[in-house]
């Protein structure tokens, strides 16, 4: 049975209400922080604790904070990136929809370690019923005294709103998240500078995730070091999973780093396998924009050691046989899935979410889409597939932002790992109408493993 | 001062100093060396914050400093990335940079109409130029153009956004350079499109720079619209009296006849000072004008460049 | 006698409030980072789009040129510049909706209501639309309407729903004559 941190009193009944969460130990790390510990000293805990950031890039979130510029007489901000939008996940949701005030206390300590005096939570515009949820908790903090003017008497104050977005993608990526919060397109923008330098309104900012925030309070309550002894390595503490696609029980899973993914995807205390006994084909394991695994690499690694749930064991072997936790968004294939499809939808959703700044991204989201579109409907050609990786190869790395990288990666990656199963779209056009392609290649690999 | 070398060639420059500004300021003490700066389709150095988003101006930096002498792995945009001392960048001389712009300048093409025969723009356009020397004379594209309708912008301006890059130096234009802006960027990605929205005319009195700013032919002169193409017309220095600009302008001309009047623009293609839409539009007479004497084009353009016939050689 | 045509938009006396808490979240002179969310109130309030009318009230509250809230209306996929019917369904179907039959949800849907994506039913009751991810990736198929999200969704289900909201009578309302 593995520890559950963020999510250890999220099942507890009425813990969205402030009273049950103060009882359940809530709000204990602000008190500690603010009476106990300076700034500073909150910062080298969340250091030691080895944290770092779940929103999908894993830097380290203490080295993050050391770098924000602290000039004299400019405000600072703290932003929480509740955008939420890389298909696969819908973890952060399900933490602020089950304990919100676990993200307000967040928050607050947070807030304290970087001399922040005005905070935002900026959340996807369509999760409306969170605002409300959000903004409860909130008037619940302010009316209890952990929000507002000198909190707990001492000089430290703080004022947290929630801003909803619009409905756009693009706005998870730090910089657009600014400009979007200053009512503007979300374009992103260049950098340097970066945000810790300027960045909301020019002042020095710092953005984090919804769950790096949460992660804050235990790691004030018990310490960084007690942080870091859960998980493997460099990769400390737990991390929220939503797994989703073919399983028996999808939904948000708190799992400790280093679980086997074997277990995270079989076993009955989480995902319970794939329904209807089907075989397992693939798997997208940290959000749409990371690379596509066969089930054979995704289990175990080129070097044939299982592999876990951590930064370092998902992205051993690098993008030819790995690929990586980002977001956790965790997307499992049941042998009836098609490849070409899956890609097509990702293709559509990059192109549908490129701000449309740069060119490379701007025009080789919209290629990519249209090029898949015709091979999905039977108009492939054999260049094609050539073509498709060379699109993904102009468009990385050649951008303002990173989403020109989601946007080429699980393309490059699919065919990288499916080719076969393209050609046989742009090959057979009529058979892939009628029927899918199935397991190909790995037919032969549960042969060998006798499933 | 920092020590940066461009394609071999080692000059000095301030710390603040771009890749791109650099490059343009080898060329500018050393023209036979004009080749190595990059081009630039967004940028625009009288427009505070332009430039990042087209690409083309991407070099490989194969030294990063002489403190730090590692190289950055991925080509980076030269108007957005600051000289470092004992930096050293590569642009004409490395092949796989070539063929990364060779890239970009498809991507850039994929949606463009090519209908240079019938574009204003033609002959001083710089995608056509961009296109003649890094683009491959073949399309890999075979799926449907972007297009979308021709529409006036007020009595002066035309806007073809079909053939618009997003390069946003119209936008800021308006922003730096005129009270209100009623045009701008509206929806995203690549239906992304310059418009005003509701049928807006923009009226401001130097909102005319905006055709000069503008790398293609997405805004072009209505006052000019096919009136010549502008190789058959002759470029003259001339000035006269105004109480809004400077009054210094290019006159374009066939015989006695104004066809057109514009900035003066430097080398590298960039107005030096901004005009106003009365010396712009309203005084289409050579009368009205102080003639200086014929204006020395550096035409960067395919077409007086003789370009064409070089390519007609290798070609055959 | 004096003749209107129309009434211009405006916010009733407690938007009105609410629009200046907003704003007041915000320091002095950043009133624009109050756009969003304004907008998302006119779009609620008038009609359940924004007209260019709408959209130059906006600005005007804000003290904001109206191009910058084209630009901002124009960039987001939640604001609707055309009308769309009462019940404005989203289905997702990207990838992790797709894995889970995203694509049957929106055939069984447009065959119930008679009318393709991005069409409206002749009565103004429904627009169909599909989205890309919602985040409700596990829990799909799954659409939008309105504040709501349904999720797991099935054929029962979506007739339950569906049904129910045919019941709903429309209330009439003054902007659904204009346009
Ligand atoms: C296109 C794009 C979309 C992103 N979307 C999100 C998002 O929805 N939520 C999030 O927390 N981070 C997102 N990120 C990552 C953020 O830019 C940023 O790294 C993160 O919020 C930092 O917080 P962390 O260090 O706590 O992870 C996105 C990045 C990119 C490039
Ligand atoms: S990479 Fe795409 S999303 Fe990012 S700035 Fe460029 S066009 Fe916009
Ligand atoms: S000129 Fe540098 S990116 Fe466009
Ligand atoms: S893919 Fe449909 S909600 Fe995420």
């Given at each position: 049975?593995?520890?559950?941190?963020?999510?250890?009193?999220?099942?507890?009944?009425?813990?969205?209400?402030?009273?049950?969460?103060r009882?359940?130990?809530?709000?204990?790390?602000?008190?500690?922080?603010l009476?106990?510990?300076?700034?500073?000293?909150?910062?080298?805990e969340?250091?030691r604790?080895?944290?770092?950031?779940?929103?999908?890039?894993?830097?380290?979130?203490?080295?993050?904070?050391?770098?924000?510029?602290?000039?004299?007489?400019?405000?600072?901000?703290?932003?929480?990136?509740?955008?939420?939008?890389?298909?696969?996940?819908?973890?952060?949701?399900?933490?602020?929809?089950?304990?919100?005030?676990?993200?307000?206390?967040?928050m607050?300590?947070?807030?304290?370690?970087?001399?922040?005096?005005?905070?935002?939570?900026?959340?996807?515009?369509?999760?409306?019923?969170?605002v409300?949820?959000?903004e409860?908790?909130?008037?619940?903090?302010y009316?209890?005294?952990?929000?507002?003017r000198?909190?707990?008497?001492?000089?430290?104050?703080?004022?947290?709103?929630?801003?909803?977005?619009g409905?756009?993608?693009?706005?998870?990526?730090?910089?657009a998240l600014i400009?979007?919060?200053?009512?503007?397109r979300?374009?992103?923008?260049?950098?340097?500078?970066f945000?810790a330098v300027?960045?909301?309104?020019?002042?020095?900012?710092?953005?984090?995730?919804?769950?790096?925030?949460?992660?804050?309070?235990?790691?004030?309550?018990?310490?960084?070091?007690?942080?870091?002894?859960?998980?493997?390595g460099?990769?400390?503490?737990?991390k929220?999973?939503?797994?989703?696609?073919?399983?028996?029980k999808?939904?948000?899973?708190?799992?400790e780093?280093?679980?086997?993914?074997?277990?995270?995807?079989?076993?009955?205390?989480?995902c319970?396998?794939?329904?209807?006994?089907?075989?397992?084909?693939?798997?997208?394991?940290?959000?749409?924009?990371?690379?596509?695994?066969?089930?054979?690499?995704?289990?175990?690694n080129?070097?044939?050691e299982?592999?876990?749930?951590?930064?370092?064991?998902l992205?051993d072997?690098?993008?030819?046989?790995?690929?990586?936790?980002g977001?956790?968004?965790?997307?499992?294939?049941d042998?009836?899935?098609?490849?070409?499809?899956?890609?097509?939808?990702?293709?559509?959703?990059y192109?549908?979410?490129?701000?449309?700044?740069?060119?490379p991204?701007?025009e080789?989201?919209?290629?990519?889409?249209?090029v898949?579109h015709?091979?999905?409907?039977?108009?492939?050609h054999?260049?094609?597939?050539d073509?498709?990786?060379?699109?993904?190869?102009?468009?990385?790395?050649n951008?303002?932002?990173p989403?020109?990288d989601?946007?080429a990666?699980?393309?490059?990656?699919?065919?990288?790992?499916?080719?076969e199963?393209?050609e046989?779209?742009v090959r057979?056009?009529q058979e892939?109408?009628a029927?899918?392609?199935?397991?190909?290649?790995?037919?032969?690999?549960?042969?060998?493993?006798?499933? | 001062?920092?020590?940066?070398?461009?394609?071999?060639?080692?000059?000095?420059?301030?710390?603040?100093?771009?890749?791109?500004?650099?490059?343009r300021?080898?060329?500018?003490?050393?023209?036979?060396?004009s080749?190595?700066?990059?081009?630039a389709?967004c940028?625009?150095?009288p427009?505070e914050?332009?430039?990042?988003?087209?690409?083309?101006?991407?070099?490989?930096?194969?030294?990063?400093?002489?403190?730090?002498?590692?190289?950055?792995?991925?080509?980076?945009?030269?108007?957005?990335?600051?000289?470092?001392?004992?930096?050293?960048?590569?642009?004409?001389?490395?092949p796989?940079?070539?063929?990364?712009r060779?890239?970009?300048?498809?991507?850039?093409?994929?949606?463009h109409?090519?209908d240079?025969?019938?574009?204003?723009q033609?002959?001083?356009?710089?995608?056509?130029?961009?296109?003649?020397?890094?683009?491959?004379?073949?399309?890999r594209?075979?799926?449907e153009?972007?297009?979308?309708?021709?529409?006036?912008?007020?009595?002066?301006?035309?806007?073809?956004?079909?053939?618009?890059?997003?390069?946003?130096?119209c936008?800021?234009?308006?922003?730096?350079?005129?009270?209100?802006r009623?045009?701008g960027?509206?929806?995203?990605?690549?239906?992304?499109?310059?418009?005003?929205?509701?049928?807006?005319?923009?009226?401001?009195?130097f909102?005319?720079?905006?055709?000069?700013?503008?790398?293609?032919?997405?805004?072009?002169d209505?006052?000019?619209?096919f009136?010549?193409?502008?190789?058959?017309?002759?470029?003259?220095?001339?000035?006269?009296?105004?109480?809004?600009?400077?009054?210094?302008?290019?006159l374009?001309?066939?015989?006695?006849d104004?066809?057109?009047?514009?900035?003066?623009?430097?080398?590298?293609?960039?107005?030096?000072?901004?005009?106003?839409?009365?010396?712009?539009?309203?005084h289409?007479?050579?009368?009205?004008?102080?003639?200086?004497?014929?204006?020395s084009?550096?035409?960067?353009?395919?077409i007086?460049?003789?370009?064409?016939?070089?390519?007609?050689?290798?070609?055959? | 006698?004096?003749?209107?045509?129309?009434?211009?938009?405006?916010?009733?006396?407690e938007?009105?409030?609410?629009?200046?808490k907003?704003?007041?979240?915000?320091?002095?002179?950043?009133?624009?980072?109050?756009?969003?969310?304004?907008?998302h109130?006119?779009?609620?309030?008038?009609g359940?789009h924004?007209?260019?009318?709408?959209?130059?009230?906006?600005?005007?509250?804000?003290?904001?040129?109206?191009?910058?809230?084209?630009?901002?209306?124009?960039f987001?996929?939640?604001?609707?510049?055309k009308?769309v019917?009462?019940y404005?369904?989203?289905?997702?179907?990207?990838?992790?909706?797709?894995l889970?039959?995203?694509?049957k949800?929106?055939?069984?849907l447009?065959?119930?209501?008679g009318?393709?994506?991005?069409?409206?039913?002749?009565?103004?009751?429904?627009?169909?639309?599909?989205?890309?991810?919602?985040?409700?990736?596990?829990?799909?198929?799954?659409m939008?309407?309105?504040?709501?999200?349904?999720?797991?969704?099935t054929?029962?289900k979506?007739?339950?729903?569906?049904?129910?909201?045919?019941?709903?009578?429309?209330?009439?309302?003054?902007?659904e004559k204009?346009?």
């Open positions: 049975m593995s520890r559950k941190i963020l999510l250890e009193h999220a099942h507890v009944a009425g813990i969205q209400g402030y009273e049950i969460y009882k359940m130990g809530g709000y204990r790390s602000v008190e500690k922080a009476k106990s510990l300076t700034p500073e000293e909150v910062v080298d969340v250091k604790s080895g944290l770092r950031g779940r929103g999908g890039a894993g830097f380290p979130t203490g080295m993050k904070w050391s770098f924000l510029a602290k000039p004299e007489g400019v405000p600072r901000y703290l932003l929480c990136n509740a955008d939420e939008s890389e298909p696969g996940t819908f973890k952060d949701r399900y933490l602020m929809e089950k304990i919100p005030h676990l993200l307000v206390e967040g607050i300590t947070s807030s304290y370690a970087l001399g922040v005096q005005t905070a935002y939570i900026y959340i996807r515009g369509e999760y409306k019923w969170i409300k949820i959000l409860k908790a909130i008037a619940e903090a009316l209890h005294g952990w929000l507002g000198k909190i707990l008497g001492t000089d430290f104050s703080l004022d947290l709103y929630v801003a909803p977005g409905g756009a993608y693009i706005c998870g990526e730090e910089t400009e979007s919060l200053e009512g503007k979300g374009n992103p923008r260049i950098k340097p500078p945000p300027k960045g909301l309104w020019q002042s020095p900012t710092v953005v984090n995730n919804v769950e790096t925030l949460a992660a804050v309070p235990v790691i004030v309550n018990e310490g960084g070091d007690a942080y870091a002894a859960v998980g493997v460099r990769s400390t503490g737990t929220l999973i939503s797994a989703c696609g073919n399983l028996n999808p939904g948000v899973y708190e799992i780093m280093g679980l086997p993914v074997e277990e995270f995807i079989f076993s009955d205390e989480y319970g396998g794939i329904p209807g006994g089907k075989r397992f084909k693939a798997c997208v394991p940290g959000g749409s924009s990371v690379p596509i695994l066969p089930a054979d690499l995704m289990l175990k080129a070097k044939g299982d592999r876990v749930m951590t930064y370092e064991s992205s072997g690098g993008f030819l046989t790995g690929t990586m936790l977001s956790g968004g965790f997307i499992v294939f042998e009836d899935q098609c490849i070409v499809r899956n890609t097509y939808t990702y293709a559509r959703f192109h549908h979410e490129s701000c449309g700044q740069c060119s991204c701007r080789g989201t919209g290629w990519m889409e249209k898949l015709r091979i999905e409907h039977g108009h492939g054999d260049h094609d597939l073509l498709l990786v060379d699109i993904s190869k102009k468009i990385e790395g951008t303002i932002c989403l020109g989601a946007a990666w699980p393309v490059a990656a699919a065919i990288r790992h499916f080719r199963e393209f046989w779209h057979h056009p892939a109408q029927r899918n392609y199935g397991l190909g290649r790995l037919e032969i690999y549960y042969g060998a493993v006798g499933v | 001062m920092l020590k940066v070398t461009i394609d071999g060639i080692e000059t000095q420059v301030e710390p603040g100093t771009t890749i791109l500004q650099a490059a300021k080898i060329a500018t003490e050393q023209p036979e060396h080749h190595l700066v990059p081009p389709m940028y625009y150095s427009l914050g332009s430039g990042g988003k087209c690409r083309t101006c991407i070099v490989k930096v194969t030294q990063g400093s002489e403190r730090d002498p590692r190289p950055m792995p991925k080509p980076v945009a030269s108007c957005q990335t600051q000289v470092m001392d004992g930096m050293v960048v590569e642009n004409t001389t490395n796989d940079l070539l063929a990364a060779k890239g970009v300048v498809e991507l850039l093409l994929i949606n109409p090519l240079c025969p019938v574009c204003d033609a002959g001083e356009c710089h995608l056509q130029d961009l296109a003649f020397a890094h683009g491959a004379s073949e399309t594209y075979e799926e153009r972007r297009t979308f309708e021709r529409i006036d912008i007020g009595p002066y301006i035309q806007l073809h956004m079909t053939r618009c890059i997003l390069c946003y130096r936008v800021y234009t308006a922003n730096q350079f005129t009270d209100e009623v045009h960027v509206l929806f995203r990605g690549d239906r992304a499109e310059i418009g005003t929205y509701i049928e807006k005319a923009i009226k401001n009195d909102s005319g720079n905006v055709i000069d700013v503008c790398p293609v032919g997405a805004l072009t209505k006052t000019f619209r009136r010549s193409r502008v190789w058959f017309t002759r470029p003259f220095d001339a000035h006269r009296k105004c109480d809004k600009c400077c009054g210094k302008t290019v374009w001309m066939a015989g006695d104004v066809l057109r009047v514009t900035a003066r623009k430097d080398v590298f293609d960039e107005v030096e000072e901004f005009i106003c839409n009365e010396c712009r539009f309203d289409k007479v050579k009368e009205d004008w102080t003639i200086e004497g014929p204006r084009i550096h035409r960067h353009s395919v007086s460049a003789n370009k064409y016939k070089a390519k007609a050689k290798t070609v055959v | 006698m004096e003749i209107m045509a129309y009434n211009p938009p405006r916010f009733s006396e938007r009105l409030a609410q629009v200046r907003i704003v007041g979240q915000f320091p002095e002179g950043r009133q624009k980072s109050a756009l969003i969310r304004v907008l109130m006119a779009q609620e309030d008038f359940g924004l007209t260019a009318e709408v959209m130059d009230y906006v600005a005007d509250l804000l003290a904001i040129s109206p191009i910058e809230v084209y630009e901002v209306a124009t987001y996929t939640m604001f609707n510049l009308p019917g009462k404005m369904l989203e289905v997702c179907h990207t990838g992790p909706c797709m889970r039959g995203a694509d949800t929106i055939a069984y447009q065959q119930k209501l009318i393709k994506v991005n069409e409206t039913t002749e009565d103004g009751f429904f627009t169909l639309k599909s989205a890309e991810c919602l985040g409700a990736c596990g829990y799909a198929p799954m939008q309407c309105g504040e709501h999200y349904y999720e797991n969704l054929e029962e979506i007739d339950a729903l569906v049904d129910a909201w045919q019941k709903q009578p429309v209330p009439p309302k003054a902007w204009i346009d």
